[in-house]
């Protein structure tokens, strides 16, 4: 067993580290040490910039559902991106042999509300090594609201749950904004399959295993919401009537909390949008009535294309949905990102 270099360590509230989505921050059981960042929600990363050859991750999980995959990235370089398989380890050896200059990583939660969440303590560089200043954050945020489509559950291609290759965290990168993506395979408006659990009662959680913890609204605003909620109200015959008049309460929720974004109401690609499907007409109708009701011109709809099976999306009919939800929003011009 070869001996561990000396090592600079890096805590996780650092405030050269970035947090992408939503963390909280947790006091460990042994209060000498320092806060630890907590995250659940799929597609949450943290990003630094670091000196020296090598990298280590201090990431473990909370204990409670499977473990979340993460992906590790340096320098950008997402052809090589290392999987950090769910287990118990604490410590991850993310790059060594490096040049002996200044990189960047980015560790990106792969699962999502099913997962474990997980915790990051900090970073261990080379000795007398150090974070430098970020890359400036983007000036575009968008949020996504869903269920198993926007987290990047059972994909046929994928060997496990990966928020990164979903459509809402691939609209992002191609937009070049920073994401928030809050949602939860299975979970509906109305019904769905995880009850009691639905999105309007877990929403505004930090974590979403922890309904204990809300989350800060005040902290983060998107210039752009997307919620792309109703495939699994379908599949439990919800109600069209109480979807309706729980959408329009769910929009205005969201509207109180952003005053200024733009909100889309998505639907797809599996076949809640088939043809001959009600439900793009009971999205359709739920936002003219709010319209009509609100006098808020700030709420449009967008319709995925059927995918053709009733599966889930693979990454690269994600990747199509990002393409085509991406143009949509560019088309818009660059104000609604003021």
Not at 174 to 201: D, M, N, R, W, Y
Not at 258 to 287: E, F, H, R
Request: glycine residues 8%; proline residues 6%.
């Amino acid at each position: 067993k070869r001996p561990v270099p000396a090592q600079t360590s890096i805590d996780a509230t650092d405030s050269h580290i970035q947090y992408i989505g939503r963390f909280n921050e947790i006091q460990p059981k042994d209060a000498t040490k320092p806060l630890v960042k907590e995250c659940g929600w799929s597609a949450t990363s943290i990003r630094a910039r670091f000196e020296g050859t090598s990298i280590r991750a201090r990431l473990e999980l909370l204990g409670w559902g499977g473990g979340s995959n993460f992906y590790a990235i340096i320098d950008g370089n997402e052809k090589e991106k290392i999987t950090l398989a769910a287990d118990n380890r604490k410590d991850w050896l993310i790059a060594e042999g490096l040049p002996d200059t200044v990189h960047t990583i980015e560790l990106v939660r792969l699962g999502g509300a099913w997962n474990s969440s997980s915790t990051f303590s900090g970073f261990y560089l080379d000795a007398g090594k150090k974070l430098l200043e970020p890359l400036p954050r983007s000036s575009r945020r968008i949020e996504f609201y869903g269920d198993s489509i926007t987290e990047g559950g059972m994909m046929p291609d994928q060997p496990f749950a990966n928020g990164y290759l979903a459509y809402a965290a691939t609209t992002a990168r191609l937009l070049h904004a920073e994401p928030s993506v809050i949602c939860k395979s299975g979970i509906g408006l109305v019904k769905g399959f995880t009850l009691p659990q639905t999105l309007p009662g877990m929403f505004d959680r930090g974590a979403p295993m922890r309904g204990d913890v809300k989350w800060d609204f005040s902290k983060w605003a998107p210039h752009v919401v997307v919620i792309n909620i109703g495939q699994n109200d379908v599949w439990t015959n919800t109600d069209p009537t109480i979807f309706k008049e729980t959408y329009i309460a769910f929009i205005k929720t969201l509207r109180n909390h952003y005053p200024n974004a733009l909100i889309v109401c998505a639907l797809g690609s599996m076949d809640a949008v088939a043809k001959g499907s009600q439900w793009p007409a009971v999205i359709t109708d739920s936002v003219e009535t709010y319209k009509t009701e609100t006098k808020d011109t700030k709420v449009e709809t967008f319709f995925f294309e059927f995918l053709g099976a009733k599966g889930h999306p693979s990454s690269t009919q994600a990747y199509g949905m990002a393409e085509k939800l991406s143009a949509f929003l560019e088309a818009k011009g660059p104000n609604i990102w003021q």
